[in-house]
């Protein structure tokens, strides 16, 4: 599979993941922050460069496009290999991000809360991410069908 539909099956992924994440943070207390954790690493970014980080909707912004797209680089890996196993990738992608996700806050000494407050909160941040995967290798595995 090329780049570009590796690409666009990464961006299916990551844009399943933000919807769901977005969508159920509003209305679950214990869901997953890693909005949250984003507004760190974009707040850090911003230090290390010597300039003030933006605050509100630009910091939210900022947020929301790194996270999407570095979930789509990543999970645009389900495009590398025969189209078949794409949804396998993607199951392996999206456990391997999600198991990150929950281990990154140690790791980056960013807030742990975010992605632990409660074991369901854990759980949910794996799940969540392993559907992403799921969802980039579907895509993946449909468009390598049509060619």
Same mark, same amino acid.
């Given at each position: 599979?090329?780049?570009?539909?590796?690409?666009?099956?990464?961006?299916?992924?990551?844009?399943?993941?933000?919807?769901?994440?977005?969508?159920?943070?509003?209305?679950?207390?214990?869901?997953?922050?890693?909005?949250?954790?984003?507004?760190?690493?974009?707040?850090?970014?911003?230090?290390?460069?010597?300039?003030?980080?933006?605050?509100?909707?630009?910091?939210?912004?900022?947020?929301?496009?790194?996270?999407? =797209?570095?979930?789509?680089?990543? !999970?645009? #890996?389900? /495009?590398?290999?025969? +189209?078949?196993? *794409?949804? &396998?990738?993607?199951?392996?992608?999206?456990?391997?991000?999600?198991?990150?996700?929950?281990?990154?806050?140690?790791?980056?000494?960013?807030?742990?809360?975010?992605?632990?407050?409660?074991?369901?909160?854990? =759980?949910?941040?794996?799940?969540? !991410?392993? #559907?992403? /995967?799921?969802?980039? +290798?579907?895509? *993946?595995? &449909?468009?390598?069908?049509?060619?």
């Amino acid at each position: 599979m090329n780049a570009g539909k590796s690409l666009l099956a990464g961006v299916a992924g990551a844009t399943f993941l933000n919807v769901l994440h977005e969508s159920v943070r509003r209305i679950v207390p214990t869901a997953p922050r890693v909005d949250l954790l984003g507004r760190e690493v974009v707040r850090r970014v911003f230090h290390k460069q010597g300039k003030k980080a933006p605050k509100g909707n630009k910091e939210y912004a900022i947020t929301l496009a790194a996270d999407v =797209l570095s979930n789509a680089i990543f !999970y645009s #890996l389900v /495009g590398w290999g025969k +189209g078949r196993s *794409a949804w &396998i990738r993607g199951l392996v992608l999206g456990l391997s991000a999600g198991l990150g996700a929950v281990k990154a806050p140690d790791y980056m000494k960013l807030s742990k809360k975010a992605v632990k407050r409660h074991q369901s909160t854990k =759980l949910m941040t794996v799940a969540w !991410y392993l #559907l992403g /995967g799921i969802v980039a +290798g579907a895509v *993946a595995q &449909i468009i390598s069908k049509r060619d």
